[in-house]
């Protein structure tokens, strides 16, 4: 069963795509988690008073960072519904979305799979009659496999986590105690959130034992796949940790 893969951008009412429009550096990134967004909104250039006021006015603001260098935030926004969406007329046309949608420059841009041809072509007439749409890329091959991300949800990933345990991550993640070398320890992690030690050291490892717990099936899932493609046996997982 070989698969078909399409890459395009189109013009659409969204405030996302106007806001891109006006800020010609900025790009959105954009997931959709239950009846709401989460957009990663990144800047290369340092922004500016005006710039940080719009972005705001999109939704709750859940991480920001700031400075010279640049801008990153990562907020929950409800702005844009899935009826009449652009997503509603994939699934009409038995498309597979794979998020995320990035707006960038005024643009809207979209990747979609489908097991027939047909499939993407006639969601590419329905959607050129009514909007300026320009396809980017097109491929087709039969070793091609559904991707990872169309398989897996943020909900699965974080499910189980608390308030706290997330917290505990965000901070660690932001602070450089996944980098090599580490940038921070537990006791300055700690000292940020005005935690003890060891209750943000256990908020931590809790959080980082569930969410390998979530992951645990979608790694098995790449293994097996990856082992199918090279036709070899799964490795000995024992001998390969000793051997690390």
Not at 72 to 95: A, P, T
Not at 115 to 138: C, P, T
Request: proline content about 3%; charged content about 30%; aromatic content about 6%.
């Amino acid at each position: 069963m070989g698969l078909h893969q399409a890459s395009f951008r189109l013009r659409h009412e969204c405030p996302y795509r106007e806001l891109s429009e006006r800020y010609p550096d900025l790009t959105i990134r954009e997931w959709y988690l239950n009846d709401c967004q989460v957009l990663e909104i990144t800047s290369r250039e340092a922004p500016q008073d005006e710039l940080l006021d719009d972005v705001e006015e999109l939704g709750t603001v859940l991480h920001k960072n700031l400075n010279t260098s640049g801008l990153h935030v990562v907020m929950q926004s409800c702005e844009c519904g899935l009826e009449d969406s652009i997503i509603e007329r994939f699934e009409d046309h038995e498309c597979l979305y794979q998020p995320p949608t990035v707006h960038q420059q005024g643009w809207e841009h979209y990747t979609v799979i489908a097991f027939e041809e047909s499939n993407i072509r006639e969601l590419h007439e329905e959607l050129d009659a009514d909007h300026d749409i320009e396809v980017l890329s097109k491929t087709a091959s039969e070793e091609m496999q559904i991707p990872h991300s169309l398989l897996t949800s943020v909900d699965q990933l974080f499910d189980g986590l608390t308030e706290r345990q997330l917290t505990a991550l965000r901070v660690a993640l932001d602070n450089g105690y996944y980098e090599q070398p580490r940038r921070s320890s537990v006791s300055d992690l700690s000292d940020q959130t005005d935690v003890a030690r060891s209750t943000f050291e256990e908020h931590l490892r809790k959080a980082q034992n569930k969410l390998l717990t979530n992951i645990g099936q979608f790694l098995r899932l790449v293994e097996t796949q990856k082992e199918d493609a090279l036709g070899v046996k799964p490795s000995n997982t024992s001998q390969t940790a000793q051997s690390d």
